[in-house]
């Protein structure tokens, strides 16, 4: 008798522990992006080449704005590695640097490290006993430039190699969307500004004014 006793009082015990709920959950996430960049808006020749692409990764801090826990803004703090293709060349005259539409290379690398603060309004069908679920997640972004470069391979194998270009914009701001369920999630990103300053031009006067468009996957990782 009371061995069973025991073995009811114990089965008791795990039960209370399998019916607890945290009603106070957070959904902060690591995030990892992998997406293609498209030129939006090219003009006078100017086209993407090769594969551009771009890769992304950070954390976000969610903080919750309903009872449900189902709505929430989340701020966060992450790097990313552009590489952009755009066939435009840079040769020097003297100490300038000149900026054309060029078709005369077999490869052209414009690639950038950068920091990218984002902050967005979540909605999602989560609970605290649910951790995949669908969710749509909308935002902006500040995206700050710490280092760039552009590379260009000739017919003939060498490569001219250029850094840390002012001729770039610094700073960029996107609008973003990740839709998706569970790990696996779509995700859309549209940059506001140029990646070249308004101010470029090329020898004959064009503007190197163009958008970029990222369209990719998002992985959120609990």
């Not at 100017?46 to 989340?74: M, Y």
């Not at 066939?87 to 078709?103: C, E, L, Q, S, Y």
Request: hydrophobic share 35%; charged share 20%.
């Amino acid at each position: 008798m009371f061995i069973i006793s025991c073995s009811l009082f114990a089965q008791q015990e795990e039960d209370d522990a399998e019916v607890y709920i945290d009603d106070h959950y957070l959904e902060d996430q690591f995030y990892l992006g992998v997406q293609y960049n498209f030129l939006v808006g090219t003009k006078n020749g100017l086209k993407n080449t090769g594969v551009p692409f771009s890769i992304e990764a950070g954390f976000i801090k969610d903080i919750p704005i309903n009872k449900q826990r189902n709505k929430a803004i989340g701020i966060g703090a992450g790097y990313n590695f552009d590489v952009l293709r755009p066939n435009i060349a840079i040769t020097k005259n003297g100490n300038d640097m000149v900026f054309n539409i060029d078709n005369n290379y077999n490869r052209y690398d414009f690639t950038s490290h950068n920091l990218e603060f984002p902050l967005e309004y979540r909605w999602r069908t989560s609970t605290a006993t649910n951790n995949s679920f669908w969710r749509i997640y909308s935002g902006v972004s500040l995206i700050y430039n710490l280092q760039n470069s552009a590379s260009f391979d000739d017919n003939s194998g060498n490569t001219t190699k250029f850094t840390n270009l002012t001729q770039l914009n610094s700073t960029n701001f996107t609008l973003y969307t990740s839709i998706g369920f569970g790990t696996w999630n779509f995700h859309v990103k549209y940059y506001l500004n140029p990646p070249f300053k308004d101010s470029l031009r090329t020898e004959t006067g064009e503007k190197l004014n163009f958008n970029q468009l990222k369209i990719g996957v998002m992985f959120y990782l609990l």
